[in-house]
């Protein structure tokens, strides 16, 4: 690919700096120095800039089209046409980019855009590796020897500017995206997703899967910041069941005490708890029976996740939505085997019992069980996958349901109509 830049703009916040070194930029947007110079080499997504001694490096406006790219291929766009679209972003989108990095928190950067590369290296947690493309992944990360092929462009600097190391003792992590698609998110049916198509995902949701994969739990509770006036069923479809399901798809070679999921999950867990906390403190205030009065408990759901489901976050954000509307949920937590699921419905006397989970095919025993027992009982299972629902059992009482939101509505009006 050729690249035919834009002129760079001489203004805005992208102000001129000495410029970066391959190493620093691979820092600052979380990929492995190979994998830019690979961009470099195909894509004319390299350096621009050149010290007083010749060195290439990357300015400002080099970095937010690497921004661009980067977001671009982490959303499931082809390498090919995420370079295009980079190469003629123009001036409002690169500062729409640099404004926003910070958002990206695989690599957290103090400094400005004139921060030397030592300034970069302080603060350096992990390495998330992106997608150069498809013919990428049977080739070693970095076989090019020093000193020759692209590592020229690049050569060692003199005493004074010396290359900084990636500090010892951290850890590296490396994301190896998952299916068949190479990518971070799966492609449609119909191919690669072209650039000028509209994203399957926010940049928020990228940002959240990349704090995950840092390991920053920081960066996933600002994030996953669910405010008084929020609402948990939108927080769940639109932000924390992408970055659920995108992260499921991606194999992690992490170190010992490490799991992105953990990370996320528990973020996502305390969100909801402190929005309920705040949600009933506000009720309360407001003259409303606390959460275990007896007139909020008549109306009671109770909230099943798939047996094998290590953590329900589906089941809590539905209960927390569920919550949202004025109506009580308990999210049934620890094993529980069919005799024991009919006990508990046995002892609760629910107003309906619900499966949530993000499980494709999940095991219905508890459903068939409960319904067996209780077959005037309202039950409504949440399932994607046409294949699973064979398996539900016959009855008027039994309703699958395929989205989040829907679930929501039909538990809601069944809570209403008794």
Known sequence: MTSSRPAQNSGGS???????????????LGVAPATLRTWDRRYGLGPSGRT?????RYTPDDVARLLVMRRLTLEGVAPVDAARAAVEAGDAELEVATRTAPALPAVQVEGGADADEHD????????????????????????????????????????????????????????????ATGGGAPAPAGGPRSAAAPAPTSGRVSALVDAALAYSRTACDNLLVLG???????????????????LSERTVLAGPGEMPEVVLATAALRALRNYIEEFERVMVEAGGPPANHPSRM?????????????????????????????????????????????????????T??????????????????VNESYPELPIFVGLRADAA???????????????FTGLLHEVLAVIKAR
């Open 14 to 28: 992208r102000a001129s700096s000495p410029g970066l070194a391959v190493a620093a930029v691979a820092r600052r």
């Open 52 to 56: 007083a001694g010749s060195h290439r």
């Open 120 to 179: 970069f290296a302080e603060r350096f947690v992990g390495t998330v590796e992106v997608p150069a493309g498809p013919e990428d992944e049977a080739a070693p990360a970095d076989t090019t020897p020093p000193g020759s092929g692209d590592e020229a462009d690049d050569p060692a600097p003199a005493s004074g500017d010396e290359r900084t190391e990636e500090p010892r003792g951290r850890a590296r992590l490396r994301a190896l995206p998952g299916g």
């Open 228 to 246: 008084p006036d929020g609402d948990p069923a939108t927080w769940w479809t639109e932000l924390v069941e992408p970055a659920w399901l995108r």
């Open 298 to 350: 008549r109306k009671i759901v109770l909230v099943f996740a798939a047996p094998d489901e290590v953590v329900p976050l589906s089941a809590h954000a539905l209960a927390a939505a569920l919550a949202a509307q004025g109506s009580m949920a308990r999210i049934v937590t620890g094993p529980a085997s069919t005799h024991r699921s009919v006990e508990l419905v046995t002892m609760v006397r629910p």
């Open 352 to 369: 309906a019992v619900v499966l949530a989970t993000t499980q494709n095919k999940p095991d219905l025993d508890v459903v068939h069980a």
């Open 389 to 403: 629902a064979t398996e539900l059992p016959f009855g008027p009482t039994v309703q699958r349901v395929r989205s």
